[in-house]
């Protein structure tokens, strides 16, 4: 049997809280979710005035970080024109995305959750979910 | 124009708390989710210990609620075998239940959102969803 | 070659007048969809007050009604429990139905489109696409 | 409680109507789809002559408006190779585009719609759809 650690609901509720209070900080309401180890969801959240379009964007972005176990703006340069990752966003069923604002939560070294943050410019979604990530890390480490 | 009244993220919070009161007390962990007048989730939680699998099924309880405007289960008996409404539930690409636990939450005599609950038996996520609309008509009506 | 006759704009619009006229003295808003004898959508109207949840269904019973050549309640029974067609509603990727609120429009003994409607009870859609595939009739033949 | 304003059946069609006006003149029969803020269907036509193919890609094209809050083409740009907006197109399971032709509709600063065109070129589908919009500034404001 296999033993492994995952994000509970207050963490979770924690991370998306941190995420809400930069977003509100930068006049940018945003959707944010927050997913487990498996990339289930955990705690959503549409602050008033986030688009609906990026509901499902957030939920992606924190399932794909999960998966790819890194931040997902991170694996966008291997998925251009030429690369060998040419076309990943079309992979499972499009729930992969390389848009920046999807950051893996990291505990003693596994992925235990992530964060994804949709609604803003990409670089805004990047700031606020990497904002929320790094209070995880001073949080839990 | 027309002009209409939606649920806002305070509110819809406030009703997810309440459900995971109730479903605190029932010892029963579930899945919570809160929709728009328009079937956009903008509330979340997943309480730790609820099923992965009931995850969609709760936001789908809730769209459905916003969408038929009553609680998904005053639907069920239209769609039972010989029944003018039989075979709905695989309508909408599967976003149609149903199933208990979905409630839609009224306000001037209009539907401005709507809660979906899922993880125990369809009767204990109907007393949680019951719960909470109800709390949410008590506070504001 | 095969020639084939089928619904233009103009006529498809006539129908769907027809039937928003029908649902207007009802008092009950609609979706209506008409589609062609390939069942492609030609024309839609969602009047104010109808659920935006029977947006996809109202279409889904004029594809329905156009691809059975029947009215859809029509093919109701032969679904049930115990029959052959049972569990027909899961094909066509959900884009079947047997609920009443579709038919078909026959124009020189064949089918040149269908109409669908949905918001009100099964009874009230099928009231409404009945009508206007009534008044479809009287016009065209 | 939210209070927001939104397209409502009359001006819809009043926006299609334009539309159809714009891509007659052009002699290009278009499908034309009009959604409200959330991003809902609410009228939709297809010109004799419109491609089957593109119905599906004007209501995209209207919801992604509807969505974004800026025309579709605006977005295009950013989602190029290299840019942080790469492989966007992905995302909402299909629903999402950043094809000329989706424009949203501003009423009192807020989107309270969108308007989305296909089966020209991409030019004349934006060509059309921002006829449209323009017309829809001019009478509502």
């Known amino acids: 049997m296999l033993t492994k650690q995952t994000l509970g609901y207050e963490a979770a509720e924690k ?4 995420a809400a209070e930069k977003a ?3 006049g940018v309401p945003q959707n944010i979710a927050v997913v487990d180890d ?5 705690t959503f959240r549409r602050m ?3 688009k609906f379009f990026s509901i499902e964007i957030a939920m992606t972005k924190a399932y794909a970080a999960a998966g790819l176990r890194v931040a997902t703006h991170v694996v966008a340069p ?3 024109p030429g690369m060998p990752g040419y076309g990943a966003q079309a992979l499972n069923r499009g729930k992969f995305t390389t ?7 990291v505990f003693n070294g596994a992925v235990v959750g ?3 943050v949709s609604s803003g410019t990409v670089e805004q979604d990047t700031e606020v979910a990497e904002y929320a990530a790094r209070r995880f890390n001073e949080e839990f480490q």
């Open 99 to 105: 848009l920046g604002g999807g950051f893996p939560l």
């Open 24 to 26: 509100a900080q930068m």
């Open 48 to 50: 008033d005035g986030a």
């Open 38 to 42: 498996a990339g289930h969801l955990i």
């Open 15 to 18: 991370v998306a809280s941190w």
């Open 114 to 116: 992530a964060i994804g």
């Open 78 to 80: 291997k998925t251009q």
